[in-house]
């Protein structure tokens, strides 16, 4: 069965390069009626909180990326690491090492005056250091006895075959003096213990791999399929990151993004089927393999993200989008008992909005009466008009209060002056939603509704 895995460090927030690493692995499980498992890799201490910790739960959450087992927290699992590293010891696989951080440093001053890779010499490996009496005072590290010849190779499902000579790896360390697994020896034994078949990650991890595929296959281990994910670049081609301005996912969700289409842009970073652009989760899941993944870094366009959340907008049926944008019209502020439904308010502004944010934004005159710029009615409401207007603000005393009538009355009453239709329905603009930009304002008078509308064009027209 596979098995997949999204194992963050919970030190800050996750921005959209971090959260692909755990839509690919969840969409490939999902794809193969496999298992996906969060694993939160918290042994950094110092950097790690349970803010951040929480938040990455809350934004897998919220973009449908449920996990089937976990979270499992390495720093729960100590335990383990410490019996496989007292095995490794027992094993010979694995040794501790004396050499100090002066000693190191000296070394690596001498290895690149003679035009060398700095790497550990291996001096304190068992076939060196006897007869060696180990120095008061100091604390040892432990490292993996890495192999000395032949070479480390995988076939990547992303970057096809990569090799690594043993001898360009010097011998890691997999703990500390206080006995703290390092890293990488978390992640060997956690990708074991967790049977980890497919491992999907950024490719700033591949340096890593051909030092956890040789402790792996030490511990009697067959090490999974590596598919390294491409780099995820800025609009200015610098590296996505905290550091160039990247954004927490869930500021997405706050400005009115729906995780539809975040799913689906993330998918299309690194990711192709066809020349398929907007496509649902479900769709997503279906197609998903890693044939499909490019090596080719990926660009962030956020005007792109911004024009696929407007299509999966625009395929929401009424309701939906109603449910989804009411939470945002309350967070402006607006008082939504008398006003229109939510759901006719949606299919009114849907073709005109991004985001839920700016739909509510948009949203605010049918709840509650606008400020309107006097400098606005100025110009909209003229001699020319202001008689129609006048009339029309009695008619819509009586007229049967529905979109089609609405529009026949305006209509109806330019011609009788005679007018252009739009020179009454840009003043009835200005006047009842405060903006020139509006929809249909036939429709927009049905949902503000009779007595909404007359007022506001009452106290316009008194004082333009």
């Known amino acids: 069965m596979v098995r997949t895995r999204f194992a963050p460090s919970p030190t800050g927030f996750l921005h959209l390069g971090n959260i692909r690493s755990a839509l690919f692995p969840w969409a490939f499980a999902r794809h193969h009626g496999g298992t996906f498992i969060l694993r939160i890799e918290d042994t950094d201490q110092q950097r790690s909180t349970p803010e951040a910790t929480q938040a990455i739960v809350d934004t897998m959450h919220w973009l449908g990326l449920e996990y089937d087992e976990g979270p499992y927290h390495q720093m729960q699992r100590m335990d383990r690491y410490r019996e496989v590293l007292d095995d490794m010891l027992a094993?010979?696989?694995?040794?501790?090492?004396?050499?100090?951080?002066?000693?190191?440093?000296?070394?690596?001053?001498?290895?690149?005056?003679?035009?060398?890779?700095?790497?550990?010499?291996?001096?304190?490996?068992?076939?060196?250091?006897?007869?060696?009496?180990p120095p008061d005072g100091v604390a040892p590290v432990f490292r993996f006895r890495n192999p000395d010849d032949g070479v480390?190779?995988?076939?990547?499902?992303?970057?096809?075959?990569?090799?690594?000579?043993?001898?360009e790896l010097d011998d890691l360390v997999i703990a500390r003096a206080d006995c703290t697994p390092t890293y990488n020896f978390c992640v060997v034994v956690d990708d074991i213990d967790m049977r980890i078949t497919h491992v999907i990650r950024g490719d700033d991890h591949v340096n890593n791999t051909p030092r956890q595929i040789n402790i792996m296959r030490a511990l009697g281990a067959t090490p999974p399929v590596y598919a390294h994910l491409p780099t995820v670049l800025t609009p200015d081609g610098e590296r996505l990151s905290k550091r160039h301005g990247a954004r927490g996912v869930l500021q997405y969700r706050d400005d009115g993004y729906v995780p539809e289409a975040i799913v689906?842009?993330?998918?299309?970073?690194g990711w192709a089927h066809g020349d398929a652009e907007v496509f649902s989760v479900d769709e997503f899941v279906g197609w998903f393999n890693l044939e499909g993944l490019t090596p080719s870094p990926a660009r962030f366009d956020p005007e792109k993200l911004r024009w696929l959340d407007h299509e999966h907008l625009k395929r929401f049926d009424d309701a939906e989008l109603g449910r989804r944008l009411t939470p945002f019209l309350v967070a402006a502020g607006l008082r939504l008992e008398g006003g229109p439904g939510p759901d006719r308010v949606a299919a009114l502004l849907r073709d005109r909005a991004a985001t839920l944010v700016e739909m509510a934004d948009a949203a605010g005159y049918f709840y509650a009466a606008p400020a309107v710029d006097p400098a606005m009615l100025a110009e909209q409401i003229t001699d020319a008009n202001r008689a129609a207007l006048v009339a029309l603000h009695a008619e819509f005393a009586t007229i049967p209060w529905e979109r089609a009538t609405l529009g026949t009355t305006i209509k109806a009453e330019a011609a009788r002056?005679?007018?252009?239709?739009?020179?009454?329905?840009?003043?009835?603009?200005?006047?009842?939603?405060?903006?020139?930009?509006?929809?249909?304002?036939?429709?927009?008078?049905e949902l503000v509704g009779r007595e909404a509308t007359r007022e506001r064009m009452a106290r316009g027209l008194q004082f333009a």
């Open 264 to 269: 689906n842009y993330l998918a299309r970073l």
């Open 91 to 133: 094993r010979g696989l694995a040794y501790r090492c004396y050499t100090t951080p002066a000693e190191l440093e000296q070394l690596r001053t001498e290895q690149m005056a003679r035009g060398e890779k700095p790497r550990y010499d291996g001096r304190w490996r068992p076939e060196k250091a006897r007869g060696k009496t």
């Open 152 to 167: 480390v190779a995988w076939d990547d499902a992303v970057k096809g075959r990569i090799e690594i000579a043993n001898r």
């Open 417 to 445: 002056h005679p007018l252009k239709p739009a020179q009454l329905m840009m003043p009835l603009r200005a006047l009842v939603a405060g903006t020139l930009k509006t929809p249909a304002i036939d429709a927009v008078l």
